[in-house]
Nanobody, 122 residues
Framework: QVQLVESGGGLVQAGGSLRLSCAAS????????MGWFRQFPGKEREIVAA????????YYADSVKGRFTISTDNAKNTVYLQMNSLKPEDTAVYYC???????????????WGQGTQVTVSS
């Protein structure tokens, strides 16, 4: 059972930056790919970005391209989401997820973190 622990959320003004971290208890064949999702009130979780522990495969939602960067530190089993030029519409609960394949859908991920709130004020 892979455990994911997120950190780094908080309150920031529009135009500011935050870095989210997600520490995985281990890396297994069932957690080869890591994704960041976000969830707005009353909405389903949507993909923000995804990547692999090994290789250069990455994916970004159109809404965050050029502003957010996903990266990994394999020595620390940690995946990061650097969020720059934040907008009020980025306000959501952000979740880290791990799965066997690179997927744009939440159903493609097996393990989930507890979520961290990101609030961007205007």
């Amino acid at each position: 059972q892979v455990q994911l622990v997120e950190s780094g959320g908080g309150l920031v003004q529009a135009g500011g930056s935050l870095r989210l971290s997600c520490a995985a208890s281990e890396r297994t064949f069932s957690s080869n790919f890591m994704g960041w999702f976000r969830q707005f009130p009353g909405k389903e979780r949507e993909i923000v970005a995804a990547t692999a522990w090994i290789g250069s495969a990455t994916y970004y939602a159109d809404s965050v391209k050029g502003r957010f960067t996903i990266s990994t530190d394999n020595a620390k089993n940690t995946v990061y989401l650097q969020m720059n030029s934040l907008k009020p519409e980025d306000t959501a609960v952000y979740y880290c997820a791990a799965g066997r394949f690179l997927s744009m859908h939440s159903s493609g991920y097996t393990y989930w973190g507890q979520g961290t709130q990101v609030t961007v004020s205007s």
